[in-house]
């Protein structure tokens, strides 16, 4: 069973930065996608971004501010979130799909926490 450890979340300023990390506890074949998505207190999760081979998506709300990255070689997915807002303060959870023939897989993190606040 794949795990999915998040880490890099924390407090920080309105302005500030974080970098989010996510690993995978071993490697992943045939990833579909791998993504970042936040849950806010009283909100649904909603999608943050994804990775994929054929390139990167972006909430409307994130662009410009956030970048995914991905580290194939460290099983590995990276949040950079330049530009925070207090609206950004969420708990955030990576999410690793793959194919195994047909039949597509996913795995989810337990979360890391960000607050935004001065």
């Known amino acids: 069973q794949v795990q999915l450890v998040e880490s890099g979340g924390g407090v920080v300023q309105p302005g500030g930065s974080l970098r989010l990390s996510c690993a995978a506890s071993r490697t992943i074949f045939s990833i579909n996608a791998m993504g970042w998505y936040r849950q806010a207190p009283g909100k649904e999760r909603e999608l943050v971004a994804t990775i994929t081979n054929g390139g990167t998506k972006y909430a409307d709300f994130v662009k410009g501010r956030f970048t995914i990255s991905r580290d194939n070689a460290k099983n590995t997915v990276y949040l950079q979130m330049n530009s925070l807002k207090p609206e950004d303060t969420a708990l955030y959870y990576c999410?690793?799909?793959?194919?195994?023939?047909?039949?597509?897989?996913?795995?989810w993190g337990q979360g890391t926490q960000v607050f935004v606040s001065s």
């Open positions: 999410r690793v799909t793959n194919a195994r023939g047909v039949v597509e897989y996913e795995y």
